[in-house]
């Protein structure tokens, strides 16, 4: 017999065994020795009273023992399997490569970038010297964008596919258990490379193949089919079917489509800024103390507004984090944040942005690269008003409000460096005017946040894709080009590594309904 509660205590007794078992007796009224084991189900803090909680539902099992799950995965060989081409190696291409191996068909995976051991020279350059590699960095290389912005697993896309699927995934190629139960699960940014890897290795097993270095140039299409790529070297490849899911940030994709005759369109993003805080300040407002003590994981925050018609909110939250230079080229700063899995950094930080609508952007309504062109805008500014070398524009939080240029600006965690300038030089005016407007009230919303401890960094503009892929709901194939399927963030369909692995497992489906395998 078995039995679900609920069970309350206070931070430190979230792991010990005995304590768990005591209240989890008393919750459902059963003899402690009765109980064999207790399963977490879902577990989170509790910070709305002047105590802060952990709160987690369990299940109790009596008169049964408890087995506990094992996370190892035997992938069928595919060697001589129909050929998939997948083109990008971040978490949609690599979901729809497992995928494919399940459904018996043999994924070809081509990343245009390095593999993550690889991979990590470029992003000291980056971080260094300010150089970027246009095939190498924070965006382009094997586990995309995903593999070095935090590992962050929350999502609200419940109903687009088996999200505890894609957890348990993440566990069989060594992530924690506690991603599972966590109501913000997260892995962190140094474990990630390693959980990638084994997620190759397999792919690599069962007769998949994974190519680096390797850049698609052209879409192969007769009589309204696909039939496979051409690469950046001239090689052809052939196949019946291409999951496209190359990222926000490809945008020679959305131009080699365009070149194509292959439809593309404009769709709304966000722009912005990155704000980081001293992470005690995060703390004390989130847990009503002046200390938070080693028996807490750093805070985080949420935070909306509605500011003149149009929501300005955080995004991407990294407690005990980093800002990230996240430029694809030597003239723009894009910034991001990430934390390790320990969270353990100084600083807090959010990227603090304002909804774009279609309306709000001038220039043909026709055209598919005006969002992108509007975002590419404010990433030249940015890299202009830094000076060079990847230095980002900055400004103290009170300053931005006030109007003035911050006379220096506070120890921060964006190793590139930063410029005090008047951000108003960098952002669109009527977005420069809603933050003015917003952060204040976050401030009322939240003690302490409205703080000239706080620097903004700018420009936070990849928080989606400027350009979406258009696929049929159904078969998720584009409508113009059988076989073809759209994927993942780049194409305008995730907006995180949780959805982006979900949408490549659907559109992995939807290949095998197409080849009818």
Same mark, same amino acid.
């Given at each position: /017999?078995?039995?679900?509660?609920?069970?309350?205590?206070?931070?430190? *007794?979230?792991?010990?065994?005995?304590?768990?078992?005591?209240?989890?007796?008393?919750?459902?009224?059963?003899?402690?020795?009765?109980?064999?084991?207790?399963?977490?189900?879902?577990?989170?803090? =509790?910070?709305?009273?002047?105590?802060?909680? +952990?709160?987690?539902?369990?299940?109790?099992? &009596?008169?049964?023992?408890?087995?506990?799950?094992?996370?190892?995965?035997?992938?069928?060989?595919?060697?001589?399997?129909?050929?998939?081409?997948?083109?990008?190696?971040?978490?949609?291409?690599?979901?729809?490569? @497992?995928?494919?191996?399940?459904?018996?068909?043999?994924?070809?995976?081509? $990343?245009?970038?390095?593999?993550?051991? *690889?991979?990590?020279?470029?992003?000291?350059?980056?971080?260094?010297?300010?150089?970027?590699?246009?095939?190498?960095?924070?965006?382009?290389?094997?586990?995309?964008?995903?593999? +070095?912005?935090?590992?962050?697993?929350?999502?609200?896309?419940?109903?687009?596919?088996?999200?505890?699927?894609?957890?348990?995934?993440?566990?069989?190629?060594?992530?924690?258990? =506690?991603?599972?139960?966590?109501?913000?699960?997260?892995?962190?940014? !140094?474990?990630?490379?390693?959980?990638?890897?084994?997620?190759?290795? !397999?792919?690599?097993?069962? %007769?998949?193949? &994974?190519?680096?270095?390797?850049?698609?140039?052209? @879409?192969?299409?007769?009589?309204?089919?696909?039939?496979? &790529?051409?690469?950046?070297?001239?090689?052809?490849?052939?196949?019946?079917?291409?999951?496209?899911?190359?990222?926000?940030?490809?945008?020679?994709?959305?131009? /080699?489509?365009?070149?194509?005759?292959?439809?593309?369109?404009?769709?709304?993003?966000?722009?912005?800024?990155?704000?980081?805080?001293?992470?005690?300040?995060?703390?004390?407002? *989130?847990?009503?103390? $002046?200390?938070?003590?080693?028996?807490?994981?750093?805070? +985080?925050?949420?935070?909306?507004?509605?500011?003149?018609?149009?929501?300005?909110?955080?995004?991407?939250?990294?407690?005990?984090?980093?800002?990230?230079?996240?430029?694809?080229?030597?003239?723009?700063?894009?910034?991001?944040?990430?934390?390790?899995?320990?969270?353990?950094?100084?600083?807090?930080?959010?990227?603090?942005?304002? *909804?774009?609508?279609?309306?709000?952007?001038?220039?043909? /309504?026709?055209?598919?690269?005006?969002?992108?062109?509007?975002?590419?805008?404010?990433?030249?500014?940015?890299?202009?008003?830094?000076? %060079? !070398?990847?230095?980002?524009?900055?400004?103290?939080?009170?300053?931005?409000?006030?109007?003035?240029?911050?006379?220096?600006?506070?120890? !921060?965690?964006?190793?590139?460096?930063?410029?005090?300038? =008047?951000?108003?030089?960098?952002?669109? =005016?009527?977005?420069?005017?809603?933050?003015?407007?917003?952060?204040?009230?976050?401030?009322?919303?939240?003690?302490?946040?409205?703080?000239? $401890?706080?620097?903004?960094?700018?420009?936070?503009?990849?928080?989606?894709?400027?350009?979406?892929?258009?696929?049929?709901? $159904?078969?998720?194939?584009?409508?113009? &080009?059988?076989? @073809?399927?759209?994927?993942?963030?780049?194409?305008?369909?995730?907006?995180?590594?949780?959805?982006?692995?979900?949408?490549?497992?659907?559109?992995?489906?939807?290949?095998?309904?197409?080849?009818?395998?």
């Amino acid at each position: /017999m078995t039995k679900e509660v609920e069970i309350v205590c206070p931070p430190g *007794q979230q792991e010990d065994e005995a304590v768990l078992t005591s209240l989890a007796s008393a919750a459902a009224n059963i003899p402690a020795n009765k109980i064999n084991g207790i399963k977490i189900l879902k577990r989170s803090i =509790d910070a709305r009273g002047r105590k802060v909680l +952990y709160r987690m539902q369990v299940r109790v099992y &009596v008169d049964e023992p408890y087995q506990p799950e094992i996370f190892n995965h035997q992938y069928q060989s595919v060697k001589d399997a129909k050929r998939v081409i997948i083109v990008g190696a971040g978490p949609a291409g690599i979901f729809a490569a @497992l995928q494919c191996i399940e459904q018996g068909l043999k994924p070809v995976i081509l $990343e245009r970038g390095k593999d993550v051991k *690889q991979r990590r020279r470029d992003l000291a350059n980056i971080n260094k010297q300010g150089l970027v590699n246009p095939e190498s960095n924070y965006c382009f290389g094997e586990g995309g964008a995903g593999t +070095y912005s935090d590992g962050k697993l929350y999502t609200r896309s419940t109903k687009r596919g088996d999200v505890n699927g894609v957890l348990k995934t993440f566990v069989a190629h060594g992530a924690t258990e =506690d991603i599972l139960v966590d109501a913000r699960p997260h892995i962190g940014t !140094n474990k990630l490379p390693q959980i990638i890897t084994a997620m190759r290795e !397999n792919i690599l097993n069962a %007769g998949g193949e &994974v190519l680096f270095d390797t850049k698609v140039t052209a @879409l192969l299409v007769e009589f309204g089919k696909i039939k496979g &790529v051409q690469l950046a070297n001239g090689e052809k490849l052939l196949a019946d079917a291409v999951i496209l899911a190359t990222g926000h940030s490809a945008h020679d994709i959305f131009r /080699m489509l365009h070149s194509q005759n292959i439809l593309i369109e404009a769709k709304p993003f966000a722009l912005g800024v990155r704000i980081e805080h001293p992470q005690e300040i995060i703390d004390r407002a *989130q847990y009503h103390c $002046e200390y938070r003590g080693p028996d807490l994981p750093p805070s +985080y925050y949420n935070l909306v507004e509605q500011v003149d018609d149009r929501g300005v909110f955080s995004f991407c939250m990294c407690p005990g984090g980093i800002i990230a230079p996240c430029a694809t080229a030597a003239d723009e700063i894009v910034v991001n944040g990430w934390s390790p899995s320990k969270r353990n950094n100084p600083f807090a930080n959010s990227g603090t942005v304002v *909804q774009i609508n279609m309306e709000d952007v001038k220039g043909d /309504m026709n055209d598919p690269f005006r969002m992108l062109e509007f975002q590419q805008q404010a990433e030249h500014l940015a890299f202009k008003a830094g000076g %060079g !070398n990847l230095v980002a524009p900055a400004q103290r939080m009170v300053d931005f409000v006030e109007g003035r240029v911050s006379a220096n600006l506070p120890v !921060n965690s964006y190793l590139p460096g930063c410029k005090s300038v =008047d951000l108003k030089e960098v952002l669109p =005016d009527w977005i420069h005017a809603r933050l003015r407007k917003a952060l204040p009230a976050f401030g009322r919303k939240m003690k302490g946040y409205y703080t000239n $401890e706080a620097i903004l960094v700018g420009v936070e503009s990849r928080t989606s894709s400027p350009i979406k892929v258009p696929r049929d709901r $159904e078969t998720f194939q584009h409508p113009q &080009v059988a076989g @073809l399927f759209p994927c993942g963030e780049g194409a305008g369909y995730a907006g995180g590594i949780i959805s982006a692995a979900i949408d490549g497992v659907n559109c992995a489906d939807g290949v095998v309904r197409y080849l009818g395998v």
